[in-house]
């Protein structure tokens, strides 16, 4: 059975960072487009960040030039570098990827999520 694991999350002071991760385990025999979403209380889970297999990226507009996405392929992990954090920031953070497992079909997966919460 595929699972995302994710870690990493807490409590950080306006202008601190914190580096989330995120495991796929299972058995698996691809991983393709591997992402960070986020939903923050009343509104809608929203779109972070996404990497492709090959290293692609793209980013919110609103965390733009302070969060960086990476993977590592060989560990089936992806990561969340977030940088001058704001309080808008507080939510909860969901790993998202799409896995081809072992004999079987393609499917997307979520984690449980973590919480961030940015505040003094």
């Known amino acids: 059975q595929v699972q995302l694991v994710e870690s990493g999350g807490g409590l950080v002071q306006p202008g601190g960072s914190l580096s989330p991760s995120c495991a796929a385990s299972g058995s698996i025999s691809s991983i393709y487009d591997m992402a960070w979403y986020r939903q923050a209380p009343g509104k809608q889970r929203e779109l972070v960040a996404v990497?492709?297999?090959?290293?692609?990226?793209n980013y919110a507009d609103s965390v733009k030039g302070r969060f960086t996405i990476s993977r590592d392929n060989a560990k089936n992990t992806v990561y969340l570098q977030m940088n001058s954090l704001e309080p808008e920031d507080t939510a909860v953070y969901y790993c998202n990827a799409n896995i081809v497992p072992k004999f079987r079909t393609f499917g997307e997966y979520w984690g449980q999520g973590i919480q961030v919460t940015v505040s003094s």
């Open positions: 990497i492709t297999k090959s290293g692609g990226t």
